[in-house]
C-alpha cells in the first residue's frame, strides 16, 4: 500500500513539475496542492523516505510559490515560501522566490535578507551577478521608502526615453485626521517646504486608453471604466489586505461617522492581512471607486511620459483621503503606475493637505457648476470671500463683459481699479486674480492688449506671484512665465525664479540641469 502510494505521488509530482516548466500555472498549482496534500496525510515510515519527502515538499512549496506569484497571489505565494524554508531553510530557489515576492510588497528590508542568504548558498555562487542585481535593487528601494529622495533626473534627460523608471512606496510626514472641510483628511505633522515629496504610491489598478488626438466616446469610457472596475475586482480577490484597506475608503455616504483608520496600516510593512473568504460586495466597490478614482489629465496632476496623447484613470489608496480645496496646496505627478504627492507651497505642522478638484484658476460661477459633478460644496476661505463679493455690481458687469468678448486688457484694468477702491489687499486681491486668470492669461499674451494696456495693469510676475501665493505652483502659471522669460531674455534672477516655480508644480524629482530639460518637454515653445 505504502509503495503504491509512493508511486501515485512520484507520477503527481512529475505531472506538477511538467504543468511547471510549461508555465501552466493553475493546473500546476492544482497538481503540487494535490501532491502537497497527500503527502501530508499519508507520510512515509521509512528514515530515507521521510528525507526524500521533504526535499520534495520544500521544491513542490517553493514551485507553488513561484506559480502563485506570476498569477499575482502574493500573500499566498509568501506562505508557501515560509512552509518550504521551515523545510530547508537556505533552499537558494525559495528565498529567491521571497525576495523577489517581497519587493512587490515593498517591503524591501525583508527582500535584502533573503538575497544576502541566498549568496550564502552554493548556487548564490554561480548565480552571483543577478542575486547582487537583486540587492543593490533593495537597498535603492529602501532608501527611497525610508526617504522619499526620487530622483528621475537621468530619465527625463532622455526625454523619457524607456519605461518609467520603477519606484518605492514611500509616507511622509502625514497622518489622518477628522477634517473640518468633509469627513477625514490628510495633514501634515511638520513643516513641508514647497517641492517636497509627500507620498509616492502605486495604483491598486489602472486602466489607459490612447486619444490619437480625439475626446474619447461615451462607448470607449464605458469599456474603460468596466475593463478597470475587473482590474480592482481581480486585485482585490487575490489580496485581502489590499480588499480591507479599499473598504476604509469613503463611499460618499455618513462621510463624519467613518471611522479615522491609522496612517500606519496603509504602510507596505503592515503585516494586517485579513484572510475573509467573503464575495465582494460589489455596490460599495462601484460607490468607492465613484467617489476616489483618480484621472490622470486633472488640473491638480502632471504626467511623466513620452507619449501624453493617453488618457488614464487609477485608484491610489492614501490619495483618497486628500480633500478638495480651492486654495490647494499640493499636486500630483503620475510616473506610470506610480503617483508621487508634493507640497505645492509651503506647509505647516497641522495643516490639512489639499488638492484642486475643481480648477482654481476659475470663477466661482463654474467652480460652483464643476462641484455638482463631484459632489463637493467648497467652504473655504476663498469661496465665502468671493460669494460676499458676488453682491457687488462691477464684479457682475465683469463677468457679463468676458462673456460678450469685451477687451481682456480693459477687464483686467477695471478689476484692478475696483479692487483699489473697495480696498481688497493681500489674498483677497490674489483670490480675485486667480478667479479671472483667463483674462489676465489672454491680456499678458497679445502685444496689441499690452501695447494699451502694458503700463495700467501689473506686471506679469506681481501677478503670478500673488496667484502662486494663494493657489500653490500650477503648470499653467509657470508655462506663461516661461514664454514671458523666452521673450524677453530673461537673466539669471528670472531664471531662478522659474525654477522655483518649476519645482512647487513637479516637486524635488530633477536636478537643476534636468528641471530646466523637463521645461522644454512638458512647457513647450
Known amino acids: 500500500m505504502e ?12 505531472k ?10 493553475k493546473d500546476s498549482i492544482d497538481a503540487y496542492s494535490h501532491f502537497i496534500t497527500l503527502s501530508t496525510q499519508h507520510p512515509p515510515s521509512h528514515p530515507e523516505q521521510i528525507q526524500k519527502l521533504h526535499k520534495s515538499l520544500c521544491i513542490a512549496f517553493c514551485n507553488r510559490a513561484e506559480a502563485r506569484f506570476k498569477l499575482g497571489y502574493l500573500h499566498r505565494a509568501l506562505q508557501d515560501c515560509d512552509h518550504a524554508l521551515n523545510i530547508d531553510g537556505s533552499h537558494f530557489k525559495t528565498l529567491l522566490c521571497k525576495g523577489k515576492i517581497l519587493i512587490n510588497l515593498n517591503r524591501y528590508p525583508l527582500a535584502l535578507e533573503c538575497f544576502r542568504a541566498a549568496l550564502l548558498d552554493p548556487q548564490g555562487v554561480g548565480n552571483c551577478e543577478m542575486v547582487n542585481g537583486y540587492v543593490e535593487k533593495c537597498k535603492k528601494f529602501e532608501f527611497l521608502s525610508r526617504t522619499g529622495s526620487v530622483d528621475l533626473s537621468d530619465w527625463v534627460g532622455a526625454g523619457f526615453q524607456g519605461k ?23 495633514f501634515a505633522t511638520k513643516n513641508i517646504d514647497a517641492g517636497s515629496l509627500i507620498l509616492v504610491t502605486k495604483a491598486i489598478a489602472m486602466e489607459r486608453s490612447i486619444l490619437g488626438g480625439k475626446d474619447l466616446s461615451e462607448d470607449a469610457q464605458l469599456v474603460m471604466w468596466k475593463n478597470f472596475i475587473d482590474k480592482i475586482v481581480d486585485f482585490i480577490r487575490k489580496c485581502h489586505k489590499t480588499r480591507g484597506l479599499i473598504g476604509k475608503l469613503s463611499s460618499g455616504e455618513d462621510e463624519e461617522g467613518l471611522e479615522v483608520p491609522d496612517i500606519d496600516i496603509f504602510r507596505p510593512e503592515s503585516l494586517e492581512n485579513n484572510e475573509s473568504s467573503e464575495e465582494v460586495d460589489m455596490e460599495k466597490l462601484l460607490a468607492i471607486l465613484d467617489v476616489n478614482s483618480l484621472n490622470e489629465d486633472a488640473v491638480s496632476a502632471n504626467v511623466l511620459r513620452k507619449n501624453n496623447d493617453c488618457y488614464g484613470v487609477g485608484l491610489w489608496l492614501l490619495p483618497s483621503f486628500i480633500n478638495h480645496s480651492c486654495c490647494p496646496n499640493v499636486r500630483r505627478l503620475h510616473v506610470g503606475d506610480y503617483l508621487i504627492v508634493h507640497a505645492s507651497k509651503d506647509l505647516k505642522a497641522d495643516e490639512e493637505i489639499t488638492f484642486a478638484y475643481l480648477d482654481p484658476l476659475s470663477p466661482l460661477h463654474k467652480r460652483r457648476e464643476m462641484s455638482m459633478t463631484w459632489g463637493i460644496h467648497c467652504k473655504c476661505k476663498r469661496c465665502e470671500f468671493e460669494e460676499g463679493m458676488l453682491s457687488k455690481q462691477e464684479i457682475k458687469e465683469i463677468e457679463i463683459g468676458l462673456e460678450r468678448g469685451m477687451d481682456v486688457g480693459g477687464v483686467v484694468y477695471k478689476l484692478e481699479e475696483h479692487m483699489k477702491r473697495w480696498n481688497v489687499r493681500g489674498k483677497g486681491k490674489a483670490y480675485l486674480r486667480a478667479s479671472f486668470w483667463s483674462a489676465y492669461s489672454e491680456a499678458y499674451r497679445s502685444e496689441k492688449c499690452m501695447q494699451r494696456w502694458g503700463r495700467k495693469i501689473p506686471a506679469l510676475d506681481a501677478v503670478v506671484d500673488s496667484i502662486i501665493d494663494v493657489v500653490g505652483g500650477d503648470h499653467r502659471l509657470l508655462k506663461i512665465l516661461m514664454k514671458e522669460l523666452k521673450k524677453n531674455g530673461g537673466g539669471f534672477v528670472e531664471m531662478e525664479k522659474a525654477l ?16 530646466r530639460t523637463l521645461l522644454e518637454l512638458c512647457i513647450g515653445a
Not at 3 to 14: G, K, T, V
Not at 16 to 25: G, P, S
Not at 501 to 513: N, P, Q, S, T
Open 3 to 14: 509503495e503504491e502510494m509512493a508511486e501515485q505521488m512520484q507520477n503527481l509530482r512529475s
Open 16 to 25: 506538477a513539475t511538467e504543468l511547471f516548466i510549461r508555465e501552466e500555472w
Open 164 to 186: 518609467a523608471p520603477e519606484l518605492a512606496e514611500h509616507v511622509g510626514a502625514v497622518e489622518i485626521r477628522k477634517s473640518e472641510i468633509s469627513g477625514r483628511g490628510m
Open 500 to 515: 522655483k516655480l518649476a519645482r512647487d508644480v513637479y516637486g524635488k524629482v530633477v536636478k537643476k540641469k534636468a528641471m
